[in-house]
């Protein structure tokens, strides 16, 4: 696919290491939750991508996925967050963090899926405020288990992304030993890329 | 079978043989339209219920597959290129689920969507002989152009065909 002229390589740099910095955060926080538990991240991937592709950012679009998001904004600044999580991997992390929790997913799992969500995109924020000097309010997280390509998909509707081309981010964390492998994923608006580029220094 | 996918705000036809299918589709609906004397088949994955609402000139290039009101008269009209009787299409429409835990603000985007899809079949006169909307999970459709049935599947249950 043609890669369009809405955003540089140098750019898409900066982003790399702006969701590099915050997933980093994120993931101090989620090991502080699972007893430092070591968490290895990779280097975030981002690109320019078509809305299209979108929904098979996880392989087989049919694959079950937990996953949580909220949108954050600031003025005219907006992103999407997500946290996502293979069905299996969100089980596993359910059980690890609440011995004795139901396999089925049950309400108070659910709830701890969307709090795990919550402080996730929560710490994520908080780093990105503080290289941009910018307050962002959150919505409340929301949770969706179902096929990866319909969660996604259902996300791009609610939030209402119309773009054609779409910047992408996305960074894969696996918890050590423990069969857990899950993503952050971000998308700016497109509308307000500037804005953050200028607050984060650059460009 | 020769086999195409549909992706989220696509459309595409087929005529006699092969199949149509989209994968995923949550709070998106899956149209399909069948006219069984030419065995011509189209399907669309709209996004969203309204283009009016969300266009913005210089920023979104415009895509009519994304919007209901603007991807069923573009589906309609390449069905009747390839030889359709307008008169005697039919539809059949699938998705339109609530994923989430509890609605945004903004209310279903789900429901909207069925509605919208609902209203512009209705506008152009063609039947909707079935629908498998709402409920909260995601769906997998599949239109085969020899017959017009529309297979349905979702995660961890058996296929169910309108």
Redesign the interface.
């Known amino acids: 696919m043609d890669s369009p002229d809405m955003v540089g390589a140098a750019q898409l740099d900066l982003l790399k290491e702006l969701a590099n910095i915050g997933v980093g955060n994120a993931v101090t926080a989620l090991s502080v939750m699972l007893n430092d538990q070591r968490i290895n991240m990779h280097v975030p991937e981002a690109k320019v991508t078509s809305l299209q592709e979108v929904p098979d950012s996880f392989g087989d679009p049919e694959n079950m996925v937990a996953a949580t998001y909220c949108e954050a904004d600031c003025a005219d600044l907006g992103l999407v967050l997500l946290f996502v999580l293979p069905l299996e991997a969100a089980e596993n992390m359910v059980a690890r963090l609440l011995p004795g929790a139901s396999q089925a997913l049950d309400e108070m799992e659910r709830s701890l899926l969307m709090e795990l969500g919550n402080i996730i995109t929560g710490s994520f924020l908080s780093a990105l405020s503080f290289m941009t000097a910018l307050t962002f309010s959150a919505s409340t997280p929301r949770l969706g288990i179902d096929m990866a390509g319909a969660v996604l998909g259902t996300v791009i509707a609610e939030t209402k992304i119309v773009e054609d081309n779409l910047i992408l981010l996305k960074t894969t964390l696996q918890v050590e030993d423990e069969g857990i492998e899950g993503s952050v994923l971000i998308l700016p608006d497109s509308g307000s890329l500037q804005t953050l580029l200028k607050n984060l220094g650059g460009c | 079978m020769y086999t195409v996918q549909v992706?989220?705000?696509?459309l595409a036809v087929l005529k006699e043989q092969g199949m149509l299918i989209t994968?995923?589709?949550?709070?998106?609906v899956g149209i399909a339209l069948y006219e069984s004397t030419s065995k011509i088949a189209g399907l669309a994955h709209i996004?969203?219920n309204d283009s009016t609402k969300?266009?913005?000139p210089g920023?979104?290039?415009y895509?009519p597959a994304?919007f209901a009101d603007t991807a069923i008269p573009v589906l309609l009209h390449r069905m009747i290129e390839l030889g359709a009787h307008k008169g005697e299409v039919i539809a059949k429409i699938v998705g339109g689920?609530s994923?989430?835990?509890?609605q945004?603000a903004s209310g279903g985007?789900?429901e909207k969507?069925v509605e919208a899809v609902r209203s512009k079949l209705a506008e152009l006169n063609v039947p909707l002989h079935a629908a498998e909307v709402g409920g909260n999970?995601?769906?997998?459709m599949k239109l085969l152009a020899e017959t017009g049935a529309v297979v349905i599947t979702?995660?961890g249950k058996g296929a169910m065909t309108l």
């Open positions: 992706k989220i705000a696509d994968y995923g589709l949550g709070s998106c996004l969203l969300f266009i913005k920023v979104n290039n895509n994304k689920a994923l989430f835990n509890f945004s985007i789900g969507n999970y995601g769906r997998t979702r995660a």
